[in-house]
């Protein structure tokens, strides 16, 4: 080993430095300009296009809002964006109050057969959604299942059409759609809390109602409410199921979009609705979000 | 640090003197003048992120070809982020790695002539133990039917013939362990890196492994780096072994030296149980600590020190009284060990531990207690890990 | 507490009957509520598929004969095995996308570290959580304004758009608790970045991969709220569907959707399967970002 006479310690050189820096640049490039075209773009679009007119049939790039002065001026709107809203908070809130204890009780009281409890929920997500919306219209409707079955025990002497095309079926079949995910967001959290906050609970002398609302109850009401927002933008945009089950008075927003979109062909009209529920969606979100941090830091 | 101009010297007044760098000794002297340089590590400092403590500071090291040298220190010594700067998994943020004379630094690992065994063995999960063996030889292109001679030439090694069709999750823990150390041999490398490769073993097969370990270094002939907490381990199986503390180097040197004249409080408190006394020096030879005067191995120039008495050194009772350090010690604890008593005594205003190998005196009862000066060593005061004799 | 009381209460030998029946009443109350809902989850499908077999074209009771007769009607239907196909070419397409980039993403936000990381994840996962109608309209309008019609090309898009995602945080969840020493242990024998990628850090995720890519393709096929924006003259199966719904009614419809609900079944089982043994659940993944999404 030769002498050293003087130590010439360097760090990684310069040039290696900016390799680094130049290959992670390369790298995440692909990634960024995805979604850049494909989620930031788009929302922009839908912005512009909402701030555009219509001519028959053409996009005049005219900027003005007049497709929102219509909008919130339409008494028709108002009242849709309220039935819609309503609509929404009720699927939501009885697919929580539903999805919440079930998940509690799957939890606590199913034992080894928890998992595949949950699972039986969780399935019908995936399978087709058109399928099941429209078979509620075969059970609900005049002949359908549901009829022949309070006819034959006596319940009804002629079939009823109230099942079916009314805002009651739209409110019951998104509550239907949006059971399993508040289930969903309910289990996961029910299922983090630990066996033995439940035995230390009892321990110390508390009921069970005592031990789920003073324990449980506060533990999971952040995931609660997350599922709650959930099934809620859900429902808001959906135009599926009003198309299919609607009928007249089960009309929501979607449907309108729909319109706009197809025979009406006014789509920076439709694109105004579209903004206008993805904002609404967003201003829920942001609003659960707050509440839930909020109470999270009171905790 | 050149060691081709330091001067010989004593080892005891090296140690006395010199501050945290490495005290050569002169078996390491005679070492690199027979022997090449397998690592090098020039000036290294590792940083993680801005403001956090340096994980190694300012190292200089050399292993020589065929040696078996350990890196032994506590967690958060630097240890491991040294091993794996000589891998290449870390890059020094000053300073230079060496591999063969050659400066490695800039190069990644695929590109090293170094193995390194795993602490979890890391064995590809999906590849049989014939597979992952013959990982390294299919990197570099070696013809399959040479692969599969060297294959099973280094699993007869490892006493692993006959499992080459198993999957890793089938093997225990020790056979993981060979199956690893197997992967990194096949390819012949400049040096072993084994990064704490006993952590996980029980004891029994802990004891084992080390002969196999220390046997087959010697068999193969291939430098090992080994880096571990445990000191036995290091103190057993070493040719040469060096004490981190904090990301420094607190002693380099052979386990014998190490053991009986540590450099700093620290190497004498983490190698072996050892008992520290606070000194403040009466005359060149001699020294108050405790309320205890003192007599020292050598002549010191500072006025505080640290005194190391192994427990092993003291002795108890009548035998004692022919030792130049020696008093009366009240016990109070007695630990029975097995195969040994182990001794809590009050000496004076401090704490003392001893051994014994049959039964001794009672707690509360007065026993008689000395030590040779010679079987002392005076320690550098800046160690810095402090800590009671009691441990 | 006086010591009558504490006697008072030793002395009690267990709940009273009253107590007792109340108990087992509530059970049974419970128990029925809970098999309530579970039929009320499962009685569409269920009534779709028995209906598929009634002979009766028109979707009431009373229950004609069975019949395989809409079976056999489907499969000779040119404009729904058109349909079938050509669900089937976008849902292969879209997949094979997303399982190029799904991984390179998951690769990406596992190891680069870059400023942005988890807004970008937040982007990136956005379409699992838009309303189908929103991200079907947001894309269209962009279609449009650069003259690309409405068709394959646009369809595949939209799909990948959200099958990506769902590819990236599975395989990512996977890259997160994998053992990283193992592609050290790689590279120290001597693999560049490319050769550990491809021997060891890929066959790692392979089974998750492929667990993605099923539930992929169960949702391309399934798709139709996004898919009625985007599609143009032919349309997917469920578009084409959504059509015979609104506008007139077969009952090969139910047919074809039990067959569709049969066919997803069976790849989310499989995937499931896949999953669990790896260590992940599907639905919770996808709901689970949602809800990380929100809360975030």
New interface residues.
Partial sequence: ?A??AT?V?????FG?RVRSVAV?TV??F???V??AV??????I??L??SLWQNDLGT?LHHWNVENYRTLFGSQVFQVLLRRTFLIALASAGIATL?AYP?AF?VVRRFGRFKTTAA?????????????????????L?????LN?FLKSIGLISKPSSAFLYSTTTVIMTLT?VA???VF??SY?ALERVPRHLYEASGDCGASPWRTFWSVVWPLTR??VV??F??GF??A?????TP??VGGLSGTML?SI??QQ?GTAND?PL??AI?MT??AT?LLF?AV??FF??LEAQIE | M????EPMVDPAAALAASPFRAAADVEADAM?DTHQ?VV?L??VTKIYSDGADPAVSDLDLSVYEGEFFSLLGPSGSGKTTTLRMIAGFE??????VKLGGGDV??RPPYKRDVSTVFQNYALFPHMKVKDNVAYPLKMRGVPRKQVRLRVNEVLERVAMTGFESRLPHQLSGGQRQRVALARALISRPKILLLDEPLGALDLKLRESMLLVLKHLQREVGITFLYVTHDQSEALAMSDRLAVMNQGRIEQLATPTLVYDKPATSFVAGFIGKTNLLECVRGSARTARAGGLGIQLPADVARERFTLSVRPEAITLGEASRSLENHYAATVVEVLFLGHERELILEVGAQRMTARATGPTAGVGETVEIGWPSAASVVVEETGTWQQSPLE | MSSASITARVDKSGPSLARRVAGIVIKVF?GLA?AS??L??????I??AI?SFNSSS?????FGHATLGWYRALLNDPQMQAAIYYSLKIALSAVGIAAV?GV??AL??HR?K?PGRNV?QA??A??L???????G??????F??VSVAPGFLTIV?GHA?FV?PLVTFIVLQRLRTSDPSLEQASMDSGAGPLRTFWHVTLPGIRVPLIAACL?GF??SM?E??VTF?LAGIQGTL?VY??GL??FGFTPE?NAA?TI??GG??LL?VIA?ALLVGAGIR???RR??R??EL???
Avoid at chain 1, 141 to 145: A, R
Avoid at chain 2, 2 to 5: H, K, L, S, V
Avoid at chain 2, 91 to 96: E, F
Avoid at chain 3, 137 to 142: A, E, G, Q, R, T
């Fill in positions: 080993m002498a050293v130590r310690v360097e760090g990684p050189s290696s992670r790298l995440v692909p990634a960024l995805w979604v494909l989620v930031l773009v788009p929302n679009f839908l512009l296009y996009i539903i079930l009780l699972l039986l929920i969780l399935v019908p997500l995936w399978v087709s959604y058109l399928m099941r919306v429209f078979a509620w219209r075969i059970i409707g005049e002949s359908g299942v022949s239907y059971i399993p995910y969903l967001v996961t952040p995931a997350v599922g927002a959930i933008v859900l808001f945009g959906d135009y599926v198309s299919l979607g979009v729909l979109f789509w439709g694109a579209a529920i993805l969606g979100l659960v979000s839930t941090r | 050149n060691r081709e101009t690199s340089t090098e020039v000036s890059r020094p943020t000053v300073g230079r630094t800039a | 419970v809970v809902v579970y009320f989850l499962y009685a569409p499908p009534v779709t209906f028109i979707q009431t009771l009373p980039f390179a993403f990406i936000v680069v870059f970008f982007l990136l956005s379409p959580v838009t309303p189908g109608m929103v991200l309209i947001s894309l269209l309008v962009v449009h304004s898009i758009s990506t539930l169960t949702l399934d139709i709220t924006f469920p569907v959504w719904l609104r419809v959707f569709i609900g997803s079944l989310i499931t599907p639905g919770r709901a689970q949602r809800a929100v809360t975030r």
